[in-house]
């Protein structure tokens, strides 16, 4: 594409009926663990 | 045009790039200022209104050729993908995987923004008995089911002031660990004056992931810091943190996901915190983390007329960051690292922080809360170790409290990233935890677009 750049494989639609088996790591907002947010953090069953 | 379709995406200018956000699907485009100008009106079916508005400023094949592609990107779903919903994976109960232990409600510094009243969270000073520690093990395995792996964070104020029960507890860990089959990944935050050769070396065999405290700047961190007796602690922090930090080099201890990363936090005294970032780099760290001060009522606390300034500075520090690892001398940031195709499933972004229903924190004598924060804030006890969570109204809306189910967050950009912010600063300032802290909201925003922003950089620049 001329105008446009897509820099990512988007996967948010692939998991709206699918996920939460929650083995991922707790995400922590509070300022004083480091606001692990979970924009921050990567699928467990993907690393 | 339909303006419920601008609900779908977030546009925004970040160090000179523009760029598209499909909210819900996550794409993120670096788009031309065409587009840019386009998205102002494109409701996905407007063509030729687009065209119209626009004809004064494109030629009208750019216009068409510009339109096409944002068609393409609509068939692959990356432009105006549909609404999400609570997921049916989404369990109506959550399963308790983390726990925070308050192993020592006592510290040896008095930081001068400390929620924790220098460690007591208002009460007694005290500490937390091995039997009790191996109380709250025991309470994990059986309230994380079938899960896997558990977490367990030690807290304080400062918790190597009760290594008698850090050790205890680590040992108890790795001997029901072989019993049961779970996997315990363990946490500690220090402020370092306690690490010494013997017990960095206890941390390191044991496994440890390790969250160390500098505010940056010597002047910044011991105006901020002080001990019990007044003096300043940077220079004893930054001593223990090298030898730490160095006992780690080398990839060894770089396994069962362990890390090892300094954090720090900025006020109203240190908005030019882009110095005491690379401050930190300088002194030879480069896993960091700088965090904005939560406090209500206090003169180091922000207000709205602060943003402008911090916003700024973000952008500062989004250049300096990408200006040195344009140079070869990269350091990572917590809050710019985001994988944007392998990021949480969408159960995982609702259940954020898992604060009261994931989550909780054990105090010293063994109650339990919805998380670290809230200890001491007595309408949130949910029970103990021994009764077992008594309370079962708070566990269920925390559970619920996501961003689907808060107004604010329903329709803001940011809530797939965000997952809704912290319970517990919304508690603080509103006394309800389904109404975000907005000062917070606004940094967590500024900083989310610097982080995509830096993610589509090195993407690009590969």
């Known amino acids: 594409m001329k105008h446009i750049q897509t820099v990512n494989q988007p996967t948010l639609q692939l998991t709206k009926n699918s996920g939460g088996c929650g083995e991922c790591q707790a995400s922590c907002q509070s ?12 699928c467990e069953s993907k690393k | ?45 407007n063509d030729a209104e687009v065209t119209v508005l626009l004809a004064g400023k494109y030629p009208e094949a750019e216009l068409q050729e510009a339109l096409s592609e944002l068609h393409a990107l609509m068939e692959l779903q990356q ?49 937390m008995s091995p039997e009790t520690g191996c109380k709250a093990v025991d309470f994990l395995i059986e309230a994380s089911g079938p899960r896997k792996h558990c977490e367990m964070d030690f807290f304080g104020g400062e918790p190597l002031m009760n290594m008698q029960t850090v050790k205890a507890v680590t040992e108890y860990v790795r001997r029901r ?22 017990n960095i070396q206890w941390l390191n065999d044991n496994e440890f992931s390790l969250v160390l405290s500098l505010d940056g700047r010597r002047e910044i961190h011991d105006a901020m810091r002080p001990d019990v007796g007044g003096r300043g602690s940077y220079d004893r922090a930054v001593k223990n943190f090298r030898s730490c930090l160095e006992s780690r080099r080398g990839g060894e201890y770089d396994y069962r996901g362990v890390y090892t990363y300094l954090r720090g936090t900025y006020t109203k005294n240190n908005l030019d915190f882009t110095k005491d970032v690379l401050s930190m780099n300088d002194a030879g760290f480069d896993i960091l983390s700088m965090e904005p001060v939560v406090l209500k009522d206090s003169p180091l606390g922000f207000t709205e007329a602060d943003l402008p300034r911090i916003s700024a500075e973000y952008d500062r520090l989004t250049e300096a960051y990408l200006k040195r690892h344009r140079e070869g001398r990269g350091f990572f940031f917590f809050h710019f690292n985001m994988d944007l195709s392998n990021g949480p499933c969408v159960a995982k972004r609702l259940s954020g922080c898992g604060a009261g229903h994931e989550y909780f924190a054990v105090a010293e004598n063994g109650d339990l809360y919805p998380c670290h924060q809230f200890v001491g804030r007595e309408k949130y006890r949910l029970g103990s170790l021994d009764e077992g969570v008594t309370d079962k109204k708070w566990p269920q809306y925390f559970r619920e409290s996501h961003v689907l189910n808060k107004g604010k967050c329903r329709d803001c950009w940011a809530r797939f990233f965000c997952s809704g912010g912290c319970h517990a600063n919304a508690d603080l300032f509103h006394g309800d935890i389904r109404q975000p802290y907005e ?14 922003a830096v993610q589509a950089v090195l993407k690009l620049e590969k």
Do not use: W
């Not at chain 2, 549909?82 to 399963?95: A, H, R, S, W, Y």
């Not at chain 2, 000062?439 to 995509?452: N, Y």
């Open chain 1, 31 to 42: 300022a004083c663990k480091t606001s692990c947010t979970v924009g921050n953090q990567v």
């Open chain 2, 177 to 198: 660990e072989k019993e049961t089959g779970k996997e315990f990944k363990l946490t500690l935050t220090t402020n370092g004056m306690l690490l010494n050769e013997e």
């Open chain 2, 439 to 452: 000062v917070g909201c606004e940094i967590q925003k500024k900083r989310l677009e610097c982080a995509i």
């Open chain 2, 79 to 127: 432009l105006f993908a549909p609404d999400i919903d609570v997921p049916p994976t989404f369990k109506q109960q959550g399963l308790v995987k983390s726990l925070c232990l308050m192993i020592a409600q006592d510290c040896n510094l008095r930081c001068r923004y400390c929620f924790g009243d220098g460690g007591s969270y208002g009460q007694a000073r005290a500490v």
């Open chain 2, 1 to 45: 045009m339909n303006r419920e379709m601008q609900k779908k995406i977030h546009k925004f200018v970040q160090n000179g790039m523009y760029i598209l956000l499909d909210i819900n699907s996550g794409a993120v485009h670096v788009i031309d200022e065409m587009i840019y100008d386009i998205m102002d009106y494109f409701d996905g079916k």
